[in-house]
Each structure stands twice: as C-alpha cells, then as structure tokens.
C-alpha cells in the first residue's frame, strides 16, 4: 500500500463511509485538531519522565485516536458497522477522577498560571492549547450538525487535565510556576 493517492490534491478528502469534501470541512477540521492533538501528546510522553503519566497519555491517545474516528464517520450506521465508538459520559468521568487524584497532589491554585517549566510541563501546555482548538473546531461541527455532546464535555474536561499534567510536571521537578500577576504589579 503506498502512502500516497494523489485523491486530495485538489483539495477533497473522502469520510469514513461519507462523501468527499473539501480538506476545509467542518468535519475535517474536527478530526484533524484531534489528530494534531494526538501528535502532541506523542510528545508530552517523551518529555515526561513520569510512567503513570506516560501510561495515562498512552490511554488518552488511543481515546483520541477513536474520537478522531467518530468525527471522520458521518454515518451512524457505518460507524457501528465498524464498531467506532461513540464518545461515552463515562469518558468525561474518567478524565475527572484523574483531575481529582493529581489535584489532590498539588497546592491549590491562587493566581493564573503562566505557561511554562520543564520540558513537559510546558509540552502539556501545549497541548492544552492545541485540545482548546480541537474543542472550538468541534464545537463549530456541533453547531452544524448532530454529533455527540460527550465529544464536546470530553474535550473540555482533557484540557482541564492537561493543565493539571503540566502543573504535576513542575512540582515533580521541583519548578516552580509562574502566577500571573499583571504588568506593573
């Protein structure tokens, strides 16, 4: 199989069990903020140190990489032929138990946080920005069309962890954060 089809060169793609669209699509642009998040948490985990949260992101990944799906197959019927799974609440309440335990191991926060630290802190802050995207560019396709509330609240609640992640790095490390405090204060 070769990498290349030469099908997108005018600027269509094909959807999983859909039509072909523009590579601008709504749908497109969801799934691929998804994707670009998935790339970036590739390199949360080889900034971090850490094997429970090198494990954890392993996990959300693969969780992605099945949105990702979800939001490239338009077709209910085609998506449960494939067996591509829905985004489920129980999803949402993962994220948040996860939030919780590593919250619990943090001081609590006074100020905004400025990005930055270690390598992996700052990573994960990247990646926070780049999941908001993905929500935006989701949020955007929900408006359009019927798509899974859950896909939205799973985003939401992933940027919510990864910001915790960036903070665990830090303390981990021993950095401190930077509040934000305004300028000229």
Partial sequence: MKIYTRRGDTGETDLFGGPRVAKDHLRVEAYGAVDELNAVLGACVAASSHEDVRGLVRELQATLFELGSYLASPDAERRERSRIPEPADDDVLRLEREIDAFEATLEPLRRFVLPGGTPAA?????????????????????????????????????????????????RRAGVAEHEWVGRGR
Avoid at 122 to 151: P, Y
């Fill in 122 to 170: 700052t990573a994960f802050h990247v990646a926070r920005t780049v999941c908001r995207r993905a929500e935006r560019r989701t949020v955007a396709l929900h408006h359009a069309e019927s798509i899974s509330e859950a896909a939205l609240r799973y985003l939401n609640r992933l940027s919510d962890l990864l910001f915790v992640l960036a903070r665990v790095e830090n």
